[in-house]
């Protein structure tokens, strides 16, 4: 293909959050495609030491300063610190843009620094991709609602990661469905794979979230709690994550007296969270706000029974009955009902873990990156 492509991120390796993950894995794989792609990252430079360049997987690494206010700020709110990194953006873009002369922009996601990667491209006639996760896309700051309507048209084509938000962006941006492409997120296969999986004699239940409200882990806990307490039911539950609500929620643990069934491990490397997931029966995936949800992806491919809620893009990878078990988002009751039914007859419920194996092959980053590396060549 033999094209200088730039990505602008809102953040890349050596941060280690799912998208930065997701979106490493698939440069590499893209690369392991077609070897004639330049991929060239541009990033804010979060930490002092992260270089302002280096070249790290044979893709160059670029990050501009924006560490005078850290994103996301504990002092600030978080859109008045969302909209200083907007002007970051701005104030940085154009110079990389005429250092890198890439030939395809890809921005990823539109906040921080999705409108000035539009704004540039449309100066500088580049082609640009937007790439939308969903939690820039549900953002209900009327500031940003304008600014979406204002930048979004100027993208060459949207990709997005479920038909929910493709959905929504029709629906409330007004966007023409055929310039929106759904191409989510992939995993490694190779590296999250069920073999030789047998029941724990005490189920082991697993929750990987980062430990903030809208990812719902309170509501598990209090479900667990329900369920032990009224029950001879011998349960372990393991909670992978960290960030703003642990302290919260380790508190809430021990005032209902589940240090012995709960225990929380913080951040796990991703190459050490494959144990984690092999070594659990059910995973439960409690989220109250979500654009795609990657973690789901794994616990299908490791041959967990997955329990998630309902909201926003998941029910577009968890089929009721089918391959997983769906609760109302946010409801406790039903989720306790659900899981306890679940712990009871899991020999009954494997034929879930069987089947979301086989329909996570779909999502596996070699056909996720031949997809993107269609939309690339059309644009081309």
Do not use: W
Not at 78 to 104: A, E, G, R
Not at 244 to 264: A, D, Q
């Amino acid at each position: 293909m033999g094209k200088n492509i730039l990505i602008i991120s809102t953040s890349y390796f050596p941060i280690d959050g799912g998208q930065e993950i997701g979106l490493r894995l698939l440069l590499n794989e893209i690369q392991k495609i077609d070897n004639n792609i330049t991929f060239n990252i541009l990033t804010p430079r979060f930490y002092k030491q992260h270089k302002e360049y280096e070249v790290i997987d044979n893709i160059k690494i670029f990050r501009y300063n924006s560490r005078l206010i850290k994103y996301p700020s504990k002092i600030f709110p978080k859109n008045f610190n969302y909209f200083i990194h907007v002007l970051y953006s701005f104030l940085f873009i154009s110079k990389y843009l005429k250092l890198i002369k890439p030939d395809i922009i890809i921005t990823y996601f539109m906040i921080p620094s999705g409108f000035a990667s539009l704004f540039f491209s449309k100066k500088y006639k580049i082609p640009n991709i937007v790439f939308l996760g969903g939690s820039d896309v549900f953002n209900n700051n009327l500031l940003f609602k304008l600014l979406f309507k204002s930048f979004l048209p100027n993208s060459k084509k949207i990709l997005v990661t479920s038909n929910f938000i493709k959905n929504y962006l029709i629906k409330n941006f007004s966007i023409n469905g055929d310039k929106i492409k759904n191409i989510p997120y992939g995993i490694d296969t190779k590296l999250f794979f069920a073999k030789n999986k047998n029941i724990n004699e005490k189920i082991k239940i697993l929750c990987v979230q980062r430990l903030v409200k809208s990812k719902g882990v309170d509501i598990l806990i209090k479900a667990i709690d329900k369920i032990v307490r009224n029950n001879t039911i011998d349960i372990f539950l393991d909670i992978v994550g960290d960030g703003e609500e642990r302290i919260y929620l380790e508190n809430l643990v021990k005032s209902k007296e589940l240090n012995n069934v709960i225990t929380f491990h913080g951040n796990i490397k991703n190459e050490k969270i494959v144990q984690y997931y092999k070594n659990s029966d059910i995973f439960v995936f409690p989220t109250l706000s979500e654009g795609f949800g990657i973690v789901l992806l794994e616990a299908m491919a490791s041959g967990n029974i997955i329990i998630a809620s309902n909201c926003c893009s998941i029910p577009d990878i968890i089929k009721d009955n089918n391959n997983g078990i769906l609760f109302q988002s946010g409801n406790i009751d039903d989720l306790t009902i659900k899981l306890k039914n679940v712990i009871e007859n899991i020999d009954h419920y494997k034929y879930l873990a069987d089947n979301a194996v086989k329909d996570v092959k779909q999502f596996d980053i070699s056909c996720v990156a031949g997809d993107l590396l269609i939309e690339l060549k059309k644009i081309c």
